[in-house]
């Protein structure tokens, strides 16, 4: 884990290969998110509106974070880093006066939940998402469930909302989509590694469904040519009409657990023996 963006890069529970995917060419210095692991997406989602020079998906994942405490319980590692308004954020396109609590949970389940607290006078509005890259074998042969008959927006086909499929994501081509009023937990399927990973949240009233396949992964200079194969991200968050508005002194938390199981043994997209 990063103070750079209190990004998570690494989970690998005990008897698993690793959960979360890290490109092998992030870029690790200050100005950048680091691409892969559980970058945080705050207080904006993609780019800002009516700011195109702020930077994607917020401040939060470029942030020098501080550590407010580090615990082992001897089963589980508990470590709280904190964000705050300075100099740099009060000066942007968002100049509001708030305080982010991240908690990370490492165990043999991997529990991660934002607070943000708005310290200002007046109702403060942000979006926010935990952007979590899974890595998966083959992206062709993995699925996310969940998100059956959900309405979600194409980010590649257009503005207007598109109805919810019926049966789980499947990926041949690059994808990018934002589910909304979904509370629902999701999971991703990785046929060819034999495993599952579960992923509930609480807060959340939004997911997001990213993979940029062949060209967009070569137009991404932090991110390998062939690497869009190894990687899934499915994104709990709130962004757009999920927006959260604080009133002065009011708070909110997201949160997200993960947990690895085998699969069952079931075909792709079959739910039933
Ligand atoms: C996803 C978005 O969450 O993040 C995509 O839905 C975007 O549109 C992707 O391309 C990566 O964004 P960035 O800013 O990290 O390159």
Redesign the pocket.
């Known amino acids: 884990m990063y103070l750079h963006g209190a990004t998570v890069a690494r989970w690998t529970p005990s008897g698993c290969d690793q959960v979360l995917w890290v490109s092998s060419a992030s870029r690790f210095t200050p100005d950048a ?1 680091i ?1 892969g692991g559980v ?1 945080i ?1 705050f207080p904006w ?2 780019a800002q509106v009516g700011h195109p020079e702020s930077p ?2 917020g401040f939060a994942r470029l942030s020098p974070w501080s550590l407010v405490a580090a615990e082992d319980d001897g089963q589980d590692v508990t470590v709280s880093l904190r964000l705050t308004d300075e100099d740099a954020t009060g000066a942007s396109a968002w100049p509001h006066r708030f305080e982010a609590v991240y908690t990370v949970v490492v165990g043999s389940r991997l529990s991660l939940a934002l607070q943000v607290t708005n310290l200002s006078d007046e109702t403060v509005s942000f979006e926010e ?1 935990l ?1 979590t890259y899974f890595d998966v074998r083959d992206i062709r042969a993995a699925e996310v469930s969940g998100l059956e008959g959900t309405a979600f927006y194409d ?1 590649l086909s257009g503005p207007g909302p598109v109805p919810g499929e019926p049966d789980p994501v499947r990926f041949g081509s690059e994808t ?1 989509r ?1 589910y909304l009023g979904t509370r629902a937990s999701t999971m991703v399927r990785d046929a060819d590694a034999g495993r599952c990973v579960a992923i509930s949240k609480d807060g959340s009233d939004a997911t ?1 469904v ?1 993979n ?1 396949w062949v060209d ?1 992964a070569k137009a ?1 200079d932090d991110f390998g040519d062939d690497e869009w194969k190894r990687m899934v ?1 499915v ?1 709990v968050g709130n962004i757009r009409e999920a927006t959260i508005h604080l009133a002065p002194g009011g708070s909110h938390t997201m949160m997200t657990t993960f947990e690895v199981s085998p699969t069952t043994g079931l075909e792709p997209g079959r739910t039933t023996l």
């Open positions: 998110a691409r970058p997406c989602f993609g994607s998906h998402a952007h980010r990018d934002i997001v990213w940029p967009k991404m991200c994104e």
